[in-house]
C-alpha cells in the first residue's frame, strides 16, 4: 500500500503536523533543515545507511552514507565560519551536480546562513544580476566555473570570499581559498544553529516577464511540506532507490533533491554526466532505482529515441514514476504506461514560489493522461476567474490558478521586491507586508498559470498568464534574453519568444536589428 493510503484518506482530518509525525520529530528538537537531514538520521541509527550514490562522467563514482552527510556538511559549515560567513549571509553554490554541491548546501544551512543554489550554465552576466541581488557574500564553486566568478567579482562589493572546491589548488587565483572537505580533517561536531520556524535557508531566483530575476525566499519551517510530499506523493519507502533528475540550481532539485528524500532518510542517486537515452537507462539499471522524479522534456526525448532502446535495459526496479517543470502530456503518459509494465509518469504541478507540490497526481488515484491531478491535502487551491479573479464553479472553464496563503514552504518573500512579492496576492491592501500576505487566509495567491478543473475536481493546464519562456522545464525572461543579447556589439535592438517544440514544449526565438556597420552572418 502507499503512504498516503487513498486521496480520501490523505484529505481526512488533515493538518501539517503529519510531516514531523512521520520524521518522528519532537518539539525541542533542533529544527534546521541541514541537521534534520543528516545528524538525526544517524541518532535514529542509520548512520550507516547509503544516502548518496553519485556518477560523474567517465568512470567517476563515489557512495556516502549519512555518517558522511553528517560529518562533511560539518566540515563546510565549520569551514565558513572560520571564513567569518554569520546566520543570515547569503552563500552561493555554483557548481555541476558534484557531491560538494550536496554537503555544502546542508553546511550552510546547519550555520544558519542562506544558501542561494544557482544553475552552473548559468554565463557570467546571469551570475553577476543574481548575485548583486542577493548582496551574496561568498561563493563556493570549482575551477572550471570560477573563471565566470572572476570576470564580474569586481563589480561585487558584497563578495568577500570565493571558495574552489575541485581542481589544482595551485592554480588558484589571488584571493580565491581552496577547499576539498573529503580531504580535510573530519568534523565530528558542529555547533548546528537552531532555528525558528522563519529563519530563512534557501533563496531561489525565477525569472519573470520584465525586469530582473526574482529571489524567492524559504525558510526552514518549508521541511514539512517538502518531507509530506514526498512520503505522500513520491511514496518514498525505507527501502526505496530514489532518483530525482534535477539540478539543485532549480527548486525541484533541492525540494526534490535534498530535503524531502534525506528527511526522510532515503537513499538517492545522482547522475552528473549529462543526457542520453542509453546513459539513463542504464544508470536505472545498475542501480536498481525504484522512485524516479524526472521532467516532461527528459521523458519526451527518450520517447524520440523509441521503445527499442527501452527493451534493451532491466528497468523492472522501478515501482513509481513522476515528472515535474512543465505540463506532461498524454502522449507521454500513455507512452510510459506501455514501455515501463504499466507504470504510468505521475505529474505533478508546483513553482519555485510554492517550495513543494500543490496539485498532484497521487499513488493509487486514477491518472487522467495530460491533467495535473488534485490539490495536495491541506492546499486551498482554485481557478479564479480572469476579469474578476472570484473562484469559478463551472467545469472546463479556464482561469488562473490560485492558492490560499498558509501552507509551509511557501515562500516568504521576493528578495528586496516587496511590491512584487504584494502584487501576486489578489485582494491584498497597498501597504500590506510580507508577513500579512501569507497568513491572510482571505487572499489569493495567484501562480500565473491558467487552467481549467472539470467535474470531477481534476485540473488541467492550459497556460502561461504572461510571456515567460518555458524550455525545457526552465522558466526564462524575454527581458533577460534580451538584455544580454543587446549587449552585443553588433545588436542595437532584441526581442525574444517562445517557439513551440515537440521535446522542450518552447525554444528561445530571438529577432534582432543589427547595428550600421554590421551584416548578418553564420558566426554572428
Same mark, same amino acid.
Given at each position: 500500500?502507499?503512504?498516503?493510503?487513498?486521496?480520501?484518506?490523505?484529505?481526512?482530518?488533515?493538518?501539517?503536523? +503529519?510531516?514531523?509525525?512521520?520524521?518522528?520529530?519532537?518539539?525541542?528538537?533542533?529544527?534546521?533543515?541541514?541537521?534534520?537531514?543528516?545528524?538525526?538520521?544517524?541518532?535514529?541509527?542509520?548512520?550507516?545507511?547509503?544516502?548518496?550514490?553519485?556518477?560523474?562522467?567517465?568512470?567517476?563514482?563515489?557512495?556516502?552514507?549519512?555518517?558522511?552527510?553528517?560529518?562533511?556538511?560539518?566540515?563546510?559549515?565549520?569551514?565558513?565560519?572560520?571564513?567569518?560567513?554569520?546566520?543570515?549571509?547569503?552563500?552561493?553554490?555554483?557548481?555541476?551536480?558534484?557531491?560538494?554541491?550536496?554537503?555544502?548546501?546542508?553546511? +550552510?544551512?546547519?550555520?544558519?546562513? +542562506?544558501?542561494?543554489?544557482?544553475?552552473?550554465?548559468f554565463g557570467d552576466e546571469?551570475?553577476?544580476?543574481?548575485?548583486?541581488?542577493?548582496?551574496?557574500?561568498?561563493?563556493?564553486?570549482?575551477?572550471?566555473?570560477?573563471?565566470?566568478?572572476?570576470?564580474?567579482?569586481?563589480?561585487?562589493?558584497?563578495?568577500?570570499?570565493?571558495?574552489?572546491?575541485?581542481?589544482?589548488?595551485?592554480?588558484?587565483?589571488?584571493?580565491?581559498?581552496?577547499?576539498? #572537505?573529503? @580531504?580535510?580533517?573530519?568534523?565530528?561536531?558542529?555547533?548546528?544553529?537552531?532555528?525558528?520556524?522563519?529563519?530563512?535557508?534557501?533563496?531561489?531566483?525565477?525569472?519573470?516577464?520584465?525586469?530582473?530575476? @526574482?529571489?524567492?525566499?524559504?525558510?526552514?519551517?518549508?521541511?514539512?511540506?517538502?518531507?509530506?510530499?514526498?512520503?505522500?506523493?513520491?511514496?518514498?519507502?525505507?527501502?526505496?532507490?530514489?532518483?530525482?533528475?534535477?539540478?539543485?540550481?532549480?527548486?525541484?532539485?533541492?525540494?526534490?533533491?535534498?530535503?524531502?528524500?534525506?528527511?526522510?532518510?532515503?537513499?538517492?542517486?545522482?547522475?552528473?554526466?549529462?543526457?542520453?537515452?542509453?546513459?539513463?537507462?542504464?544508470?536505472?539499471?545498475?542501480?536498481?532505482?525504484? #522512485?524516479?522524479?524526472?521532467?516532461?522534456? *527528459?521523458?519526451?526525448?527518450?520517447?524520440?529515441?523509441?521503445?527499442? %532502446?527501452?527493451?534493451?535495459?532491466?528497468?523492472?526496479?522501478?515501482?513509481?514514476?513522476?515528472?515535474?517543470?512543465?505540463?506532461?502530456?498524454?502522449?507521454?503518459?500513455?507512452?510510459?504506461?506501455?514501455?515501463?509494465?504499466?507504470?504510468?509518469?505521475?505529474?505533478?504541478?508546483?513553482?519555485?514560489?510554492?517550495?513543494?507540490m500543490m496539485i498532484t497526481?497521487?499513488?493509487?488515484?486514477?491518472?487522467?493522461?495530460?491533467?495535473?491531478?488534485?490539490?495536495?491535502?491541506? +492546499?486551498?487551491?482554485?481557478?479564479?476567474?480572469?476579469?474578476?479573479?472570484?473562484?469559478?464553479?463551472?467545469?472546463?472553464?479556464?482561469? %488562473?490558478?490560485?492558492?490560499?496563503?498558509?501552507?509551509?514552504?511557501?515562500?516568504?518573500?521576493y528578495w528586496k521586491q516587496?511590491?512584487?512579492?504584494?502584487?501576486?496576492?489578489?485582494? *491584498?491592501?497597498?501597504?500590506?507586508?510580507?508577513?500579512?500576505?501569507?497568513?491572510?487566509?482571505?487572499?489569493?495567491?495567484?501562480?500565473?498559470?491558467?487552467?481549467?478543473?472539470?467535474?470531477?475536481?481534476?485540473?488541467?493546464?492550459?497556460?502561461?498568464?504572461?510571456?515567460?519562456?518555458?524550455?525545457?522545464?526552465?522558466?526564462?525572461?524575454?527581458?533577460?534574453?534580451?538584455? *544580454?543579447?543587446?549587449?552585443?556589439?553588433?545588436?542595437?535592438?532584441?526581442?525574444?519568444?517562445?517557439?513551440?517544440?515537440?521535446?522542450?514544449?518552447?525554444?528561445?526565438?530571438?529577432?534582432?536589428?543589427?547595428?550600421?556597420?554590421?551584416?548578418?552572418?553564420?558566426?554572428?
Open positions: 500500500m502507499s503512504n498516503i493510503g487513498s486521496y480520501n484518506d490523505g484529505m481526512k482530518d488533515f493538518n501539517w503536523d +503529519i510531516a514531523k509525525d512521520i520524521l518522528d520529530w519532537k518539539e525541542g528538537e533542533i529544527l534546521n533543515i541541514g541537521a534534520i537531514c543528516s545528524d538525526r538520521i544517524c541518532s535514529r541509527g542509520n548512520g550507516n545507511k547509503t544516502a548518496l550514490i553519485w556518477e560523474g562522467f567517465g568512470d567517476k563514482s563515489a557512495r556516502y552514507t549519512f555518517d558522511d552527510l553528517r560529518v562533511y556538511s560539518n566540515g563546510f559549515a565549520d569551514f565558513l565560519s572560520r571564513q567569518g560567513i554569520q546566520p543570515g549571509d547569503r552563500v552561493c553554490i555554483f557548481m555541476d551536480k558534484i557531491p560538494s554541491l550536496y554537503f555544502s548546501f546542508l553546511g +550552510i544551512l546547519k550555520l544558519g546562513a +542562506i544558501a542561494q543554489p544557482l544553475f552552473s550554465a546571469s551570475l553577476e544580476v543574481r548575485l548583486a541581488s542577493a548582496g551574496t557574500r561568498a561563493i563556493i564553486t570549482t575551477r572550471k566555473h570560477a573563471r565566470k566568478v572572476r570576470k564580474i567579482k569586481d563589480r561585487l562589493p558584497d563578495l568577500e570570499k570565493i571558495i574552489v572546491v575541485e581542481g589544482n589548488p595551485e592554480k588558484l587565483k589571488e584571493g580565491e581559498i581552496f577547499f576539498d #572537505v573529503e @580531504k580535510s580533517p573530519r568534523v565530528e561536531k558542529f555547533d548546528v544553529y537552531d532555528c525558528t520556524p522563519e529563519t530563512p535557508s534557501v533563496l531561489h531566483y525565477t525569472s519573470g516577464t520584465t525586469g530582473q530575476p @526574482k529571489g524567492a525566499l524559504h525558510v526552514h519551517n518549508s521541511i514539512w511540506g517538502q518531507a509530506l510530499t514526498t512520503s505522500w506523493v513520491l511514496d518514498l519507502q525505507d527501502d526505496d532507490i530514489y532518483w530525482c533528475t534535477a539540478d539543485p540550481g532549480w527548486v525541484t532539485g533541492t525540494s526534490y533533491g535534498i530535503i524531502g528524500p534525506w528527511a526522510l532518510g532515503a537513499t538517492q542517486c545522482v547522475l552528473d554526466s549529462g543526457f542520453t537515452s542509453s546513459r539513463w537507462y542504464k544508470f536505472i539499471q545498475d542501480n536498481r532505482i525504484t #522512485v524516479w522524479y524526472s521532467a516532461p522534456t *527528459a521523458i519526451r526525448a527518450l520517447m524520440k529515441d523509441g521503445n527499442e %532502446l527501452v527493451g534493451s535495459f532491466d528497468l523492472s526496479s522501478l515501482r513509481h514514476l513522476a515528472s515535474v517543470g512543465e505540463p506532461l502530456n498524454a502522449e507521454a503518459v500513455i507512452w510510459s504506461g506501455e514501455v515501463f509494465r504499466g507504470l504510468k509518469f505521475h505529474d505533478t504541478f508546483w513553482q519555485t514560489e510554492t517550495g513543494a497526481n497521487f499513488p493509487g488515484m486514477e491518472i487522467r493522461p495530460g491533467s495535473m491531478g488534485k490539490p495536495f491535502p491541506g +492546499i486551498k487551491a482554485a481557478v479564479l476567474d480572469l476579469d474578476t479573479h472570484e473562484p469559478l464553479d463551472e467545469a472546463g472553464k479556464v482561469g %488562473l490558478i490560485a492558492f490560499r496563503p498558509g501552507w509551509p514552504s511557501m515562500f516568504r518573500q516587496l511590491d512584487t512579492y504584494r502584487s501576486k496576492f489578489v485582494g *491584498a491592501a497597498e501597504n500590506a507586508m510580507p508577513d500579512e500576505l501569507r497568513t491572510n487566509p482571505d487572499l489569493w495567491y495567484v501562480s500565473g498559470d491558467r487552467a481549467s478543473i472539470d467535474r470531477d475536481g481534476y485540473y488541467w493546464f492550459v497556460g502561461r498568464d504572461d510571456d515567460v519562456i518555458n524550455t525545457g522545464g526552465h522558466l526564462v525572461g524575454p527581458f533577460e534574453i534580451e538584455s *544580454a543579447l543587446v549587449e552585443h556589439e553588433a545588436i542595437a535592438e532584441a526581442a525574444a519568444v517562445g517557439k513551440p517544440d515537440k521535446v522542450n514544449m518552447e525554444v528561445v526565438k530571438a529577432f534582432v536589428t543589427l547595428k550600421p556597420g554590421f551584416e548578418p552572418s553564420d558566426e554572428l
